[in-house]
Structures are given as structure tokens and as C-alpha cells.
DNA sequence: CGTCGCGTTGACAAGGTTCAAATTTGGTGG
DNA sequence: CCACCAAATTTGAACCTTGTCAACGCGACG
């Protein structure tokens, strides 16, 4: 999980990332269509990005196109920070996506000047740190149903508890989110409908209604 | 990977630990038993850690004891400032281990007051962010043969390509660092004996001869 | 000399992938 | 608004990589 703002107010220039360095750092903002690259592994990590509304995938390829996944942000998650001079892995928009822009330069220069800023700024990139964590022992030690189930939580807690999860990630997304094949994503998410945890809402299969949230938590590890 | 200290002096308050705020930093030595716990899951994190000898694992453990080690920190490297308040996993000596031990309060604090140490400090979490990147990578998309490749071609840049590679740690945790079994471990280390990429150096098998590195490589995706 | 930790190897089982096909859903243009 | 087509999702069956279980070898050490 990554850093969000409560309530996600769509003002300019509100939210964390300009509270962060005190409101003295100027943002913009930029809408992405369906599928377009925010930015790309190796380029120049000039920027740093908070979702104002829909939602980012950021990966990383191997040669042969196998794609892992670090994390999705959603609304109010703030990312591209995550390293020094160069961006580590892609960015792109997964729906139409509205995004906040504040260079980097200016964030870390206005972090300077402030005595709470380095501390807020180190709690902001360990939060991303530990999501990376929790997620290398979910790909490294859990079973298919048991990342399902734990994406599920997870997306359930970010999208805090509504009565109807709207996906906006299509199956591959989730596979290369857990290390899996959309394939055996689908079946867990069959599974999980035929033990009466969730249902579909509607005629498509991303409106998801946990209806067990308890019976869910225990096919988590 | 992770911070080192190149040709890892071993004077107290050396290294970057205490460079990094200007050596205006106290910092004490231990000297940990094999096995030993330095920190475990959910204490606080009060202290940071460089490696002066010896080896550590960082792990996370699922409730039925499935175990996912995120990094083993050789000479030189830096952890424990990973998180927050609290730490996030559990810090064990693979051998008898000698730490640099620097009260995280005070790091912060001496930094707050460094112009480039925020900077430094920042470059200092990423890294740690950067190899969590790379390890989803391999966790969710690579196979058994991969990892293990990825993990010997890690091991031998951290070591600075020495002619022989000793590994202090055992086939369980190079496994549980890979998000294998044991013995798929062992398999695919046999199998690259066979194939004249590795070979084992005297009696043990924890002394390893990379004979072909541009192979092994080729191994990795 | 027996035991213990560590590592290797073999045979078999199982979970997840691959390949294929059917069905549904969403988008687009007429 | 409807028809049509592409994309997404589900499901089945065969297969394969990795895990499981077991046996064995080897060196260290009491």
C-alpha cells in the first residue's frame, strides 16, 4: 500500500505531496488516456506523480516480455520517488487517469528547508518500501488462492471497505501483480464465487461484492 | 543490493553509516554468534546496522513458518533503517557477524542538519528499494533456474568477482531467498556443475569457482 | 564411533501453466 | 440503436516445473 490522502479532495496543489514540503512547492497536473506511459524504465526520474483519479500500474520487463508488476496506485498514491536519478521501472495509466506533477527538484530542495520534512519524506518512501516487502513474501512463499485472496484485501482496505469493488485492472494486470497466469486468476476468483465469498455485480466480472470478508481473510496466509 | 563500503575498512565510526551525517554520528561495534538475532519483527527499530564482518538475513515468516528472506547484507552493507518506527522483519547472523551499530534518532538527526545529507540519506533508502524492485522481479517471473543464476551473479558483483565465491549461507536460505525448496536449489547448482558453468572447491560445497560467467549470465533472463 | 547438520539425488505428486475453445463484454461504425 | 468485431474472461484437459518424501553420503565433532 501506498501513500493516500483521506478523502482525496481534487483542489490544485492539495494533498500530501505538497503538504510534504509545507505547500511551497508548485504543481501541476496531467491527464493520461487508457494505456499511455507516464514514464518509462531508464528514463529520467524529473517528476513525481500523485493518482488524483483512476489508476497507474508501474513494472518492470524481462526480455522475453514476462512483466512483473510492483504495485498499483490508486487515488491519492503518490510514486516515482522511489529512486535517485533515473526511473527504475514503466508507469502507465490503466484507465483514463488524472495525475498531480511536482518536479523532484523542487520537492527535495523545499524538504530541505524543513525540520519535519526529512522525517515525512523518509516515512513516505518506507511505506513504499514495505509494500515491496510484504509483496516479495507473497510472490516468494503463497499459493494462488492465497494471492488472490490477499489482492483482494488489499484492494478491499485501499478502497476502504465499499459495498461494491470496482477492478479498474483487467486479469493480466492482476497475474503480473501476484507472479501468476490470468488464467489461474480466474479460476481462484471462480473458486472464491462458488464458496459464496464474493459475487459479481452486473454484467461484468469487475465489480467484485465481498460478501465474506472473514472467510476471505482466512485463505490469506 | 545493497550500501558498501569499497575495500571495507574496519575502524570504529568508518563508512558510510557515519560519513553520511558528516561523522558527527556515535556510533558502537557487537559481534553477533551464528544464528544470533539482531532485531526481530515488530521491535522497535531504535538502532541502524552496518555489516564490519561476517553475514546477516533479513526475513519475514508466514504463521505456519514459511519463511522469505528479502536480502543477505555482506560487509559493508547498511540496514535496519528500512522502516519507520518498528521493524518490519527479522534480522539474523548466518555467521558469527560484526555490526556497526548507530542510534537511528541520532542519524536523523545530525542528517537534519547536512544540506546533502538528505539527499544521500534518500539515495540510501532507494537502494534498498531498487533490489526489493529487482527481487519482485525474480520472485514473480523467473525460474528456478534464474534465480539461481541471478542469485550467484549477485553474490559475485558484491563480492567484487572474486576467484572463489564463499557463501556463508546454506542451501535453506539461499532458498528461501530465491522462493524455492532446498533441493531445487541444489538441482540447479548441479546442474550448472554439469554443464561447466560452476565448480565446487575442495571438500565443502559452499566454495564456488564461476569458470564461465558469460554463461551463467546467459542463464539469467 | 555414533550422531548431527548439510547437501545431493531419485521417484512420485501436485499446483500452476499451456493450449484450446466457448462465451461474454465493450467499443465502434453504420 | 443495433450489428459486428475485438478484447476480456472463463473453463477444460494435458503437460511440466517445482515440491514432497525418502534415502544416502560426507565431514565435523563430541
Redesign the interface.
Known amino acids: 500500500m501506498l501513500v493516500r490522502v483521506k478523502g482525496s479532495s481534487h483542489q490544485p496543489s492539495d494533498g500530501r505531496l505538497a503538504a510534504l514540503a509545507g505547500e511551497r512547492v508548485f504543481s501541476s497536473e496531467y491527464t493520461y488516456r487508457r494505456g499511455a506511459e507516464l514514464f518509462g524504465e531508464g528514463e529520467d526520474a524529473e517528476y513525481v506523480y500523485q493518482t488524483i483519479s483512476g489508476a497507474v500500474r508501474t513494472y518492470?520487463l524481462?526480455?522475453?516480455g514476462?512483466?512483473?508488476i510492483?504495485s498499483f496506485h490508486l487515488i491519492g498514491d503518490m510514486f516515482g520517488l522511489?529512486?535517485?536519478a533515473i526511473h527504475?521501472?514503466t508507469a502507465e495509466a490503466i484507465v483514463e487517469t488524472k495525475v498531480r506533477i511536482v518536479r523532484r527538484r523542487s520537492l527535495?530542495d523545499a524538504?530541505?528547508n524543513e525540520?519535519t520534512g526529512?522525517?515525512n519524506?523518509?516515512?513516505l518512501?518506507?511505506l513504499?518500501?514495505?509494500h515491496?516487502?510484504?509483496?516479495?513474501?507473497l510472490?516468494?512463499?503463497?499459493s494462488s488462492l492465497e494471492r488472490v485472496a490477499a489482492f483482494l484485501i488489499e484492494m478491499d482496505e485501499r478502497l476502504v471497505h465499499p459495498d461494491e469493488l470496482t477492478l479498474p485492472m483487467n486479469r493480466r494486470d492482476i497475474a503480473?501483480y501476484?507472479?501468476l497466469k490470468l488464467e489461474t486468476v480466474s479460476r481462484a476468483l471462480s473458486t472464491m464465487r462458488d464458496k459464496r465469498i464474493l459475487r459479481f455485480n452486473g454484467v461484468t466480472q469487475r465489480q467484485v461484492v465481498l460478501m465474506d470478508r472473514e472467510g476471505l481473510a482466512k485463505l490469506d496466509?
Chains 1, 2 share one sequence.
Open positions: 518492470k524481462l526480455p522475453d514476462r512483466r512483473q510492483n522511489e529512486n535517485g527504475r521501472f527535495l524538504m530541505a525540520s526529512v522525517t519524506l523518509l516515512s518512501i518506507t513504499n518500501l514495505q515491496a516487502e510484504n509483496h516479495m513474501l510472490l516468494g512463499r503463497k503480473d501476484l507472479g496466509a
